[in-house]
């Protein structure tokens, strides 16, 4: 069963950083699999954030491009969400996720795995 747990959430200012960090475990890292971050505001539905596919290409979503740098450590099936210039609207639950042979990276029906999330509040 695969287990994933994150960490690294916070308050901020606008501008500032945050590293999100998503520990995974029951499985083995293959290039079949996908990594994600998501995030979701109570009451909306939950959005695609980042993903790294299974040939090591990350894609984002246009709201964090060039802001947000998602990376994974293979090694250590560890998933990585550095975000730089945060915003008041950044302000959200993040979650990471995985599943296998994903096609559209930033949908969340795609995938079957998730964490139980945490917090980034990011205040003006």
């Known amino acids: 069963q695969v287990h994933l747990a994150e960490s690294g959430g916070g308050s901020v200012q606008a501008g500032g950083s945050l590293t999100l960090s998503c520990v995974t475990s029951?499985?083995?890292?293959?290039?079949?699999?996908?990594g994600g971050w998501f995030r979701q505001v109570p009451g909306n539905q939950r959005e695609g954030v980042a993903a790294?596919?299974?040939?090591?290409?990350?894609h984002y979503a246009d709201s964090v491009k060039g802001r947000f740098t998602m990376s994974q450590d293979n090694t250590k099936n560890i998933l990585y969400l550095r975000m730089n210039s945060l915003r008041p609207e950044d302000t959200a639950i993040y979650y990471c996720?995985?599943?296998?042979?994903?096609?559209?990276?930033?949908?969340?029906?795609?995938?079957?795995?998730w964490g139980q999330g945490t917090q980034v509040n990011v205040s003006s």
């Open positions: 790294i596919d299974g040939d090591g290409r990350a």
């Open positions: 029951g499985y083995m890292y293959s290039k079949h699999y996908t």
């Open positions: 996720a995985v599943g296998r042979y994903i096609a559209s990276f930033l949908d969340t029906y795609e995938y079957n795995s």
